[in-house]
């Protein structure tokens, strides 16, 4: 038996070998047309080696993360002119999974400048194979790293990190870049293929950006400054009001500096949709803890009777939604408040410190009437005191068990 063991691994390994050589040509031979693709200025054929749907191409500056798309506009005014640019390969290190369905490299890359380095991930299609991932980086000696740290360090100081004062005229066109500003607080800025998708367009195919509020705060170290912005759609030169119309919001989290200016700590450009009739809504910033805040928006409104506001709060570091409830709910603008099926209920919300932990307790008070959960004809009394802690396993307040 084990001398048939030995036998059908001599038989097997080198057909396995062999497959991969194959394989590993193929690949080598694809990356190396790849390249050339953009030496000779083949932009169909260049691209159709990137996956349509999910490729991504990373270039060496920090802004280049491109999808497809926006990888093909960016790149066309290259290839217009004739020649784009000129990588060869000098040593190259090619893996595959054990289907060889999925293949990852990196690389050295030789240019007119010097070298680069590339790594990727391939993907083996119906068509053959496809670039799913790509990256170009500047390979940095470990002796010359302080000295190029200290050139990125100095390009982003000099860009648009610190402002004089936060108002409209000194935010919106470092921070949204755009083509015009109207009315003194309306950035008129054009986005790009993935920003279409995501922000409100204007009947221009562009968006239109406001600074609807700057809130101001302290923490144990510093102080603080939260903007908030809103872009909605225009319409014939106004904005679009409607009930369901709301603004997709940008905020930005600033710091002072010791000559008095801004630092621009984090930015979030696709924030989170809220408000109504086109206004960004109520605001707020709020302890959540030990030195931790919180960024509160209120949402709700009236409409045929029914009343419905609630309150949600996102981490102000990472931006992520930590806690939301509702705070009002109410029908008996619809049935009269001695109808059986009228109900109407409110809750407070509390954040109560106490013990070693950095977050506080969220205490949610609620007192009042409710449909019954699962036969909203019966209507139920709906007093109750939930406690809420956080969870640093889900970085969000959970419900406190009894």
Not at 182 to 210: H, M, R
Not at 221 to 234: D, N, P, Q, R
Not at 264 to 283: A, I, N, P, Y
């Amino acid at each position: 038996m084990n001398k048939l063991r030995v036998l059908l691994f001599f038989i097997c390994f080198p057909l396995l070998l062999c497959s991969q050589n194959k394989e590993t040509d193929e690949v080598n031979q694809f990356l190396n047309e790849w390249h050339n693709d953009a030496a000779k200025a083949d932009m169909k054929a260049y691209f159709d080696k990137i996956d349509l749907e999910k490729g991504v191409f990373i270039g060496t500056d920090a802004t280049e993360i491109w999808a497809w798309k926006e990888f093909y506009e960016w790149s066309k005014p290259y290839f217009d002119k004739g020649k784009a640019w000129d990588f060869s390969s000098t040593q190259r290190n090619i893996y595959f999974n054990e289907n060889i369905t999925m293949a990852w490299f990196d690389e050295l890359l030789s240019f007119s400048s010097g070298i680069l380095r590339g790594s990727g991930i391939l993907e083996r299609k119906e068509s053959g194979w496809k670039i799913m991932h790509y990256v170009l980086s500047l390979p940095v000696p470990n002796d010359d790293f302080s000295a190029v740290m200290k050139v990125i360090n100095k390009k982003i100081q000099n860009d648009v990190t610190v402002f004089s004062k936060l108002s409209p005229s000194e935010l919106l066109n470092p921070l949204f870049g755009p083509k015009q500003i109207i009315n003194e607080n309306v950035a008129i800025w054009q986005p790009n293929y993935s920003e279409k998708s995501i922000f409100p367009l204007s009947e221009d195919g562009l968006c239109y950006t406001s600074l609807d509020t700057i809130i101001y705060f302290s923490t144990q170290h510093e102080s603080k400054a939260l903007a908030v912005f809103g872009t909605i759609g225009y319409w014939d030169g106004e904005p679009d009001y409607c009930r369901a119309c709301r603004p997709l919001l940008s905020i930005a989290v600033f710091s002072t500096n010791e000559d008095s200016t801004w630092i621009l700590q984090r930015f979030k450009k696709d924030f989170v949709f809220h408000g109504s009739w086109g206004e960004v809504g109520k605001t707020e910033v709020v302890a959540v803890g030990k030195d931790k805040f919180a960024l509160s928006l209120y949402s709700g409104g009236f409409a045929q009777g029914f009343t419905y506001f609630r309150v949600d709060y996102y981490d102000m570091w990472n931006f992520g939604w930590i806690f939301g409830s509702i705070v009002e709910e109410s029908n008996e603008g619809y049935y009269d408040k001695t109808d059986p099926q009228a109900f109407s209920y409110t809750s407070n919300i509390d954040f109560i410190a106490g013990g070693e932990n950095e977050y506080y307790t969220i205490v949610v008070n609620t007192s009042g009437t409710k449909p019954f959960e699962g036969n909203e004809n019966e209507i139920v009394p709906a007093n109750s005191v939930i406690y809420y802690m956080f969870s640093t396993n889900t970085r969000t307040f959970e419900k406190k068990c009894p």
